[in-house]
């Protein structure tokens, strides 16, 4: 009975907001929808003013975080030194159906990194080909990392990224991690920049409430020259964005390409059923299940545990991208069609959490 009564006041919302959207339009003249009428042209320019203007605000708030407020973050965390170091690190990987050539590329960059950050490093691969697991030991047996490197599989039945992501929180929960160990998430497209460890894991010392942090990604395309300078642009405007939100320690997605987290997130029961089992309620349709936007369900759930969210500018990571079609044009609609899908289905219940969780500027982005 509360099922019914949840969906009928949904769709009692639903209404009074298009009933109320329907009226504001008919108080407004008819030749503001007429297209050869100076009110229409008024009424388009007024939306590309707010567009270009919330763009513009990303701009320069962008600006003033990478050149002003950053280095000095940046300055504070290197006065800490030893006293930012955290007690251990948890490296994930999450593969599937990841060609051979990418893999070795991911697994040497993260064991290289694993070897070379210093702390007490175990990287986690969350697997479901005997293949992928054979060349990952391959790869460790040639690289040979010290004693305080250590190794740990997970298999899974390949069921998707999201019980990837699970298994491997639960096998780092295995290893009791204390206060102080931080867990990154890596995609199984992943290259790691040489540094990206040492760059990234002093941050939660600083900042005691960061729950997340995402770094800064570069891509390479597998596919045309426009497909390839699209991703280019759409990753400096994610760059910029990135950097604005950061000014108010509320990055909106957890990039699943490379997060880090704290390990006492990550190993949350209620963090772990977020990422596994999120899933939308429709008011017509009922319950399902989420597939994609594993990064936006680990966001929401670090903002409703009380987390906060943070980005490093400076600390980068390589992908591999592979359209999904050869088409530009259909290869690019698919995208865009995936990430504003994404975010469509979260903001509503983002913006429940109130202004006083997620902040102003936050909830008019």
Known sequence: MSKL?????????????????????????????????????????????????????????????????YPHLRRKVRKLGKAADPSHVFLMVTSFRIDALTTAQVYSSVIREAIECGFPTTVVCSLVEMSDELLVKSLWEKMNPPAHVKLDFVRIAGTGKRDGLAFGFRAISRHLPDDRAVVAVIDGDTVLAEGVVRKTVP????????????????????????????HKLRFAQRHINMCSMALSKRVLTMTGRMSVFRASVVTDPGFIADVESDSLQHWRLGRFKFLTGDDKSSWFSLMRLGYDTFYVPDAAINTVEHPPEKSFIKASRKLMFRWYGNNLRQNSRALGLGVRRLGVFTSVV
């Open 203 to 230: 941050w939660f010392q600083l900042f005691g409430n960061v729950g997340g942090l995402t770094t800064n990604e570069f891509c390479e395309v597998r596919g045309g020259y426009i497909m390839s300078e699209w």
């Open 5 to 69: 009564k949840h969906v009928f006041l949904q769709a009692a919302g639903w209404l009074l907001f298009l009933s109320l959207l329907m009226g504001l339009a008919l108080l407004l003249p008819a030749s503001t929808f007429d297209s050869q009428s100076k009110n229409f042209i008024f009424l388009i320019g007024a939306v590309g003013i707010w567009r270009y203007s919330m763009g513009a605000t990303h701009f320069f708030r962008g600006m003033l975080f990478l050149y002003v407020v």
